[in-house]
């Protein structure tokens, strides 16, 4: 399985996406630059220029006209995918840690840090609008007191969204009323990373706690966990098999410390249903801080803290592969 090495970045990556069909990677770091490539053979297809800070998250819509990214810079950005434009810039108070656009690709959500004073909020903006976004004024503001969020999603139908906190607390917001619909804590430590099935129909969360846990996406019952023995810094279901991958290794400021063979850097394959570990892929000289799955299924992605995106096409030996109970 040699990998497809994606040298975009210069700072250690925050997020890696795939957009519905899969043929284009949308990578973020801690570097201004947005860059998205071809999936196939790792070709760069090109940059989004604008941010003059870290880019923490980015999202396509279900078309993949539109490209959402928020940053470090007090801004989300909304760009043309095919040319690279820009067509909207979202300033907001502190920076965006999450941003989202919901199944239809008209309403987009993001969240905001707390930090210098501000408090953390979830806005909602209707793109169909054009006077929200020209007076920056969401149809919908949700503070969050408690804890901060630190990863959230859509939920199935666009009808609420599913955030994780610091606290790690996992809270389902009503994207209509705003309100709190379902509220679990199951982590003990901060949530850095949540992905949803192809289906939507549940999620796995990554945890700073050395878990990933698999919840039901309307109920969030949890039902299945997935333990290692370093933090989880992302985790991603395969669309077509019971797999999931996580990603992780231990915090960036430690990794000095420790040879890459002690420093658990490498991705590792787990089985849905009997949580059982069943595969290792080793390659990033440092924490990985982002992975997804092809929505074909065929190969993953991996993006770590020493600013490289790699391209896994899995061998066939993959697609053969039996788990024996």
């Not at 690709?105 to 501000?118: H, P, W």
């Not at 994207?175 to 099935?197: C, F, M, P, T, Y």
Request: glycine fraction near 8%.
């Amino acid at each position: 399985m040699k990998p497809i090495l994606l040298q975009g970045h210069e700072r250690s990556i925050t997020q890696i996406k795939y957009n519905r069909e899969g043929d284009l990677l949308f990578t973020v770091a801690k570097d201004p630059i947005v860059n998205v490539w071809y999936s196939v053979n790792g070709e760069r297809l090109g940059t989004y220029m604008g941010h003059t800070g870290a880019v923490w998250c980015v999202d396509a819509d279900w078309d993949t006209k539109h490209v959402l990214t928020g940053s470090a810079d007090n801004s989300c950005r909304l760009w043309d995918c095919e040319t690279g434009k820009q067509l909207a810039l979202l300033k907001t108070n502190s920076a965006v840690r999450t941003c989202g656009f919901d199944f239809g690709g008209n309403i987009i959500m993001l969240s905001t840090d707390k930090q210098m004073g501000y408090q953390c909020f979830v806005s909602f903006f209707d793109l169909r609008d054009p006077s929200q976004i020209d007076n920056n004024e969401p149809y919908m503001k949700i503070p969050c007191n408690d804890s901060k969020i630190t990863s959230a999603v859509w939920g199935p139908l666009g009808e609420c969204i599913i955030a994780g906190h610091e606290s790690g607390e996992l809270n389902q917001y009503s994207a209509k009323s705003g309100e709190v619909l379902v509220n679990v804590k199951e982590h003990s430590r901060q949530i850095n990373d949540i992905q949803l099935s192809r289906d939507m129909t549940m999620f796995v969360t990554a945890s700073k706690d050395n878990t990933a846990k698999l919840f039901d996406s309307t109920t969030l019952d949890h039902q299945k966990t997935f333990r290692t023995e370093r933090p989880v810094n992302s985790a991603a279901l395969s669309p077509n098999y019971d797999h999931v991958v996580l990603g992780g290794g231990q915090e960036a400021m430690d990794v000095t410390t420790t040879s890459t063979r002690i420093g658990k850097f490498e991705a590792r394959f787990f089985h849905l249903a009997f949580e059982e570990e069943f595969g290792r892929v080793k390659g990033h000289f440092g924490p990985i801080n982002s992975v997804a799955f092809h929505p074909d299924g065929k190969s993953y992605s991996s993006g770590g803290e020493d600013g490289y995106v790699r391209i896994h096409y899995f061998d066939p030996q993959y697609f053969e592969f039996e788990f024996e109970a």
